[in-house]
T-cell receptor, first 110, second 119 residues
Framework: AQRVTQPEKLLSVFKGAPVELKCNYS??????LFWYVQYSRQRLQLLLRHISRESIKGFTADLNKGETSFHLKKPFAQEEDSAMYYCALSGHSGNTPLVFGKGTRLSVIA | GAVVSQHPSRVICKSGTSVKIECRSL??????MFWYRQFPKQSLMLMATSNEGSKATYEQGVEKDKFLINHASLTLSTLTVTSAHPEDSSFYIC???????????????FGPGTRLTVL
């Protein structure tokens, strides 16, 4: 069964502190993993995907197949990072929908 | 970047009426679009996968006769909530898939959502 687990509903950190948003997945095969972000009153938008191995807004995420994890990290949190973050997975087929985790609300305190 | 629009952004209707929500990909063609429902402070729940020129694929527990999906063109999918009731009040979000070259990745672009309130 496909499943994405984000164990934390809310994560509060101080500005400048490191951030790690946890994501674990269950999938039979090799999924594609994504992080989406939803800022207040804005639409959901892609933050990063595992295959591109890029850093966006200082965030990185490494796919760990052994631990079936795709944790999102940033060394120094900024106030503008406060948002809702969703981990998601998809199969490689063009018709495979995204399966979302329940999301983690990140609150960066000044 | 790829843009997806939804119309209307907000709708209020009386119980028993039907409401149509449009989802358009503005600058790309989307053979596949997805419809989600989001309850307050909760995650997105996939309702159905909309394929251009064919019937939609509904997720378990989603009534296909209540949530009619039509994907008549490569840039437009519509969701019609028939005989709406207060429990159908929710935030409905569509997304369109931009297929990657060689199947290397498949990114989805999301619409801004439509807030439906059924009185």
């Amino acid at each position: 069964a496909q499943r994405v687990t984000q164990p934390e509903k809310l994560l509060s950190v101080f500005k400048g502190a490191p951030v790690e948003l946890k994501c674990n997945y269950s999938y039979s095969g090799s999924p594609e993993l994504f992080w989406y972000v939803q800022y207040s009153r804005q639409r959901l938008q892609l933050l990063l995907r595992h295959i591109s191995r890029e850093s966006i807004k200082g965030f990185t995420a490494d796919l760990n197949k052994g631990e079936t994890s795709f944790h999102l990290k940033k060394p120094f949190a900024q106030e503008e990072d406060s948002a809702m973050y969703y981990c998601a997975l998809s199969g490689h087929s063009g018709n495979t929908p995204l399966v979302f985790g329940k999301g983690t609300r990140l609150s960066v305190i000044a | 970047g790829a843009v997806v629009s939804q119309h209307p952004s907000r709708v209020i209707c009386k119980s028993g009426t039907s409401v149509k929500i449009e989802c358009r990909s503005l600058d790309f063609q989307a053979t596949t679009m997805f419809w989600y429902r989001q309850f307050p402070k909760q995650s997105l729940m996939l309702m159905a996968t909309s394929n251009e020129g064919s019937k939609a694929t509904y997720e378990q527990g989603v009534e296909k006769d209540k949530f009619l999906i039509n994907h008549a063109s490569l840039t437009l999918s519509t969701l019609t909530v028939t005989s709406a009731h207060p429990e159908d009040s929710s935030f409905y979000i569509c997304s369109a898939r931009l297929a990657g070259g060689g199947g290397s990745y498949n990114e989805q672009f999301f619409g801004p959502g439509t807030r439906l309130t059924v009185l």
